[in-house]
């Protein structure tokens, strides 16, 4: 994809299964939401081919439209509407796609209650927090009950509380309705909870994707171990955190205390990755082939 003569995503490559939460991570600029716009049908593609339900975004049409949520960076203002009567308005447009095992569109009620903004049901929406306007606009993405949930930066301004909330949501879609789910953060805690698949895109290429268990292994393959002994600290990187733990038990039994294990973070492996990234470009990309093609 180029904007003019800016390539801005080359060889990206990858595919959601039903269900799916993937996580789309990567430094600003990487192509995030131009991948994700592309996808939503709302930006044209200079090349390469796209399906989403089994249909081309650049040429789908209005029922393709209405099996998939969206909750952008941001929203043109609806600021004078109130909560409710935004949400009945939008909703409306899904009833004629409704299907008995999708009845379109949601409750507002329901939905209200999901987002956690049935005390400001009657508010306007330009009135709204900075936290709960975002809610809104998850509730927008919700509203006629998607096949496949576009997010992009879907937390910024939440509270640890909405966070939580939130995470819920999306574990409910996912598990429940079958929604598969594309989310972009910056918050890597958030990913490693939601995401059953990660992608770091950095440069416009995709240099990581799979588990955060896997990118964890790929990038140090290590666990470190810390423990304290007759008054001495320790410290022990193992491959095999589980079988050394054991041992050290079975040698020194009550003698152990302070025992730490600390498998490397998503936000460790996120960091190597785009080093490596930045600093090897060529290669990086050539070992994200490869685990694509294994
Ligand atoms: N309409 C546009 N015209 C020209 N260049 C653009 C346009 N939109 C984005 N770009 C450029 O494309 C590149 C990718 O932008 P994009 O918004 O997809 O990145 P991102 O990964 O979503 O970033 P962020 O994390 O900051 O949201 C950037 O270099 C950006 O400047």
């Given at each position: 994809m180029s904007y003019g003569d800016h390539?801005?995503?080359?060889g990206v490559s990858f595919e959601a299964r039903p269900g799916e939460v993937l996580a789309l991570l990567g430094p600003n600029g990487a192509g995030k939401s131009t991948t994700i716009e592309i996808l939503e049908g709302f930006r044209n593609r200079s090349h390469g081919k796209v399906s989403v339900l089994g249909v081309d975004p650049a040429t789908a049409d209005e029922a393709w439209r209405a099996r998939l949520g969206i909750v952008q960076q941001?929203?043109?203002?609806?600021?004078?509407?109130?909560v409710r009567q935004l949400l009945e308005h939008l909703g409306a447009y899904y009833a004629p796609f409704s299907e008995p095992s999708r009845p379109r569109p949601m409750d507002v009620d329901e939905l209200l209650a999901t987002v956690g903004l049935s005390e400001h049901a009657n508010q306007k929406a330009g009135s709204l927090s900075g936290g709960q306007r975002r809610r809104l606009d998850v509730a927008i993405g919700l509203i006629g009950r998607p096949e496949v949930l576009f997010l992009d930066e879907?937390?910024?301004?939440?509270d640890p509380q909405a966070r939580r909330d939130f995470h819920d949501v999306v574990h409910g879609l996912a598990d429940l309705d079958g929604t598969t789910i594309l989310l972009t953060t910056h918050d890597l805690d958030e990913a490693e909870k939601l995401a059953d698949r990660i992608l770091i895109l950095a440069g416009g290429r995709i240099v990581a994707n799979g588990s955060a268990a896997q990118l964890s292994r790929e990038v140090e393959g290590r666990t470190e171990v810390r423990w304290s002994q007759d008054g001495e600290h320790f410290v022990h990187a193992a491959d095999d955190a589980t079988r050394f733990v054991r041992e050290l038990f079975q040698q020194h039994g009550d003698a152990i205390g302070d025992l730490e294990v600390r498998r490397s973070t998503l936000e460790d492996s996120y960091m190597t990755l785009v080093h490596r990234f930045e600093t090897d470009p060529v290669g990086s990309a050539q070992r994200e082939t490869l685990e694509v093609v294994r």
């Open positions: 390539l801005v995503l080359n941001s929203w043109r203002d609806h600021g004078r509407w109130g879907p937390t910024t301004g939440f």
